[in-house]
């Protein structure tokens, strides 16, 4: 039987049985929730002072912190290659310090506006800078940098330029600690004096001197804008090799000074572009063809870093010697060469810009620009395949009668009705134009521009020849692509930087198309084991294309082998016609002496005439042929050329020639002049 509570005094029902001891708490009950909140936050407050003493002590100990306030020592840079072996010492352009006191205010404020706007209330690090830096390079596919002049000037100055979480941490306490012991003006005047222009130049004294030969006391807005400009690229940016790109860049830095409210918009529009008046500072040469190339690049990846720094690049010093040997045993008589090597990723391995550096430093790899000649006919053929045509397609090899501009073969044969790939094995001019009148010469152009040539191409039907004017270094990238099966590539000489995600979206490379590949592939191979390019055939697969311009002035091979893609180029520094030389000799006898010791494929010793005219040089102006079956053997300025009966449908399967002799050293020639 169920009860139920007496009702009380008062008519209220009690509370169930199960509900005795509730209410509120006894006065005499532990207070313990709140002090275990606050021993709580007491242990998390000394765990986290703990972690923040250890941090700062082992920054302490890995940051410089003592010799941050010390005098700074002048930079140098230690060039290594691949393997470790020293390349080439250099130092650098420097002179007194400035002080801000003493410098106009608008030098200063051109450097705060483009570089660190807040300079002056912040407490070494900015973290709406940060926050404004983060946002942009997420959002707007720009890359912007966060750090203050502080920050700058603590990695610049006293610490290496990788970029490990470590070092941003040791950069970020030495920023503080230089705010806690120096004035904002000591930190700006110790950035000023110290950063690099371009040119070799550190420091503001150093840079106006170099750029505009007079004191930083006396700079202009412009001339102080455009010095502000540099320090985002000083090497790609400085005036002297790229005045357009300073001036436009001076330009933002003024208009940043506008926003800042440093000057007005007014003043702003009034002002005139900088004009340059530069002091050359003699320096001693770095050594190498390719150290003088890498070098620019290197001294803008490690910023303003001072002291004593190793770089390594991509090098490989076995492969230089390979290279620099194949040059002097090379009968060239005063006759200069170059040659890039590199992987179809780009990475440069060995360069020769001359005969001798120590008789002319002129790099004729990057710095020259010649005709390429037939290598060019690359771009042509490969616009053929973009238009649907194959190797087995025919042309008219035969002499062009209409219009102005009326080419002929180099040897004055003509075959009739051909194939592209018999065509471009022989290296047919009229097949060549007729190509790229078929197909459109833009089309061509935009291959070439696709597989990475920068330098201005005329649009004329001439340049389906290779008369546009071209580096070395250009040509072998494009080459280059071919082996890689995508392109653009771009050499480089030191290791690639790790790019953002967004630079990697927009900048990644394009792939040719399977049948694309294939069919030029299958051109270049024809060329080098069937064609023009014989001299240079190894045993293991080599694909290449020899070049010969007019007069023959220049002569080239280009062609990759082994996972290497090797350009070789052989002329007079001042054009003059090298009677003769051809692609197919000489160069292509070099790429070969130089390939099959760099892939260590074994070869036959020969002699060469010291006179530098082996059979095929000696009657590269001649046409001499002679039929054997169906075949007739053509000797021309780009080397030994195979003609087929027009009854023929192609060239028939050949193994590969036997491999051209090697060559053995001879005397070394006397260095032509240097260029005009």
């Known amino acids: 039987m169920t009860s139920f509570p007496e009702p009380l005094a008062n008519g209220a029902t009690p509370p169930p049985p199960s509900s005795f001891g509730a209410g509120p708490p006894s006065s005499f009950a532990p207070r313990t929730s709140w002090r275990r909140r606050m021993r709580i936050a007491g242990w998390v407050l000394a765990a986290m002072l703990a972690i923040f003493m250890a941090l700062v002590a ?41 002080t801000i006191a003493e410098l106009p205010a608008h030098v200063p404020q051109a450097f705060m506006a483009i570089e660190d706007r807040r300079f002056y209330s912040h407490w070494g690090i900015d973290p709406r800078g940060i926050a404004r830096a983060l946002w942009r390079n997420t959002f707007s596919g720009t890359r912007q940098g966060g750090s203050t002049i502080t920050q700058q000037l603590a990695k610049g100055v006293f610490l290496n330029s990788d970029r490990t ?23 700006l005047e110790r950035y000023l004096s110290n950063v690099y222009f371009g040119d070799n130049v550190y420091g503001l004294r150093a840079a106006a001197k170099h750029y505009f030969d007079r004191r930083p006391e006396k700079l202009t807005i412009p001339q102080a804008a455009m010095l502000a400009g540099l320090l ?49 500072t003699p320096e001693a040469t770095s050594g190498t063809y390719f150290a003088d190339w890498v070098l620019p690049e290197a001294r803008d990846r490690a910023g303003a870093v001072y002291g004593a720094q190793d770089i390594v690049t991509t090098l490989d010093s076995r492969l230089q010697k390979q290279a620099e040997g194949a040059v002097r045993r090379a009968p060239l008589g005063k006759a200069q060469i170059a040659i890039v090597s590199m992987k179809p990723d780009g990475t440069v391995v060995a360069m020769v810009g001359g005969k001798r550096y120590k008789d002319s430093a002129f790099n004729r790899a990057v710095q020259a620009k010649r005709q390429p000649g037939s290598t060019f006919k690359l771009f042509v053929y490969l616009a053929a395949f973009r238009a649907g045509m194959t190797p087995e397609d025919m042309i008219d090899d035969t002499p062009i009668k209409e219009g102005e501009y009326r080419p002929s073969n180099h040897d004055g044969r003509y075959r009739g009705r051909i194939t592209l790939r018999q065509a471009f094995a022989v290296s047919s001019n009229v097949a060549a134009v007729k190509l790229a009148q078929k197909v459109g010469i833009r089309n061509v152009i935009k291959v070439a521009r696709d597989l990475g040539i920068t330098s201005p191409i005329a649009e004329n039907l001439s340049t389906a020849l290779g008369t546009s004017e071209v580096t070395l270094l250009e040509l072998t990238q494009a080459y280059a692509a071919v082996a890689a099966g995508a392109y653009p590539v771009e050499a480089h000489g030191l290791p690639p930087e790790e790019r953002s995600w967004v630079a990697s979206l927009m900048n990644r490379q394009k792939s040719f198309s399977d049948s694309e590949l294939e069919m030029i592939r299958d051109l270049l191979s024809s060329a080098a084991n069937r064609g023009t390019g014989t001299a240079a055939a190894l045993h293991t697969s080599t694909f290449g294309k020899t070049g ?11 062609g990759y082998a082994g996972g290497l893609v090797t350009a070789v180029w052989v002329g007079n520094d001042d054009n003059t016609s090298l009677p003769g030389f051809a692609g197919g000799g000489v160069p292509a006898r070099v790429w070969r002496d130089y390939m099959s010791r760099a892939i260590n494929e074994p070869t036959p010793e020969v002699v060469m005439p010291e006179n530098g005219s082996d ?54 020639p006397q260095a032509s002049q240097p260029p005009q």
Do not use: C, H
């Open 165 to 187: 979480a470590g070092r941003k941490l040791r950069e970020a306490l030495i920023a503080l600690w230089l705010e806690a012991w120096l004035t904002k003006d000591q930190i």
């Open 615 to 668: 059979i095929v040089n000696s009657v590269a102006n001649v046409s001499i042929a002679t039929e054997i079956g169906n075949i007739s053997v053509g000797l021309g300025p780009d080397g030994i050329n195979l003609g087929l009966d027009p009854t023929l449908p192609d060239i028939p399967d050949i193994p590969p020639a036997t491999p051209a002799p090697r060559v053995v050293p001879t005397t070394p």
């Open 548 to 558: 010969t311009t007019q007069d023959n002035r220049d002569a080239l091979f280009v």
């Open 232 to 280: 985002k690229a000083p090497s790609r940016l400085a005036p002297t090799s790229n005045l357009s790109g300073a001036r436009e860049r001076a330009a933002l830095v003024m208009q940043a000074m506008v926003e800042a409210g440093f000057i007005t918009q007014m003043a702003k529009d009034e002002l005139r572009p900088a004009r340059l008046d530069v002091t050359e």
């Open 58 to 98: 082992w920054l302490a100990i890995t940051a410089p912190l003592s010799r941050s306030l010390k005098p700074i020592a002048p930079p140098s840079i230690t060039l290594k290659s691949a393997d470790g072996a020293v390349i080439a010492r250099k130092g650098a352009i420097i002179d007194k310090p400035v």
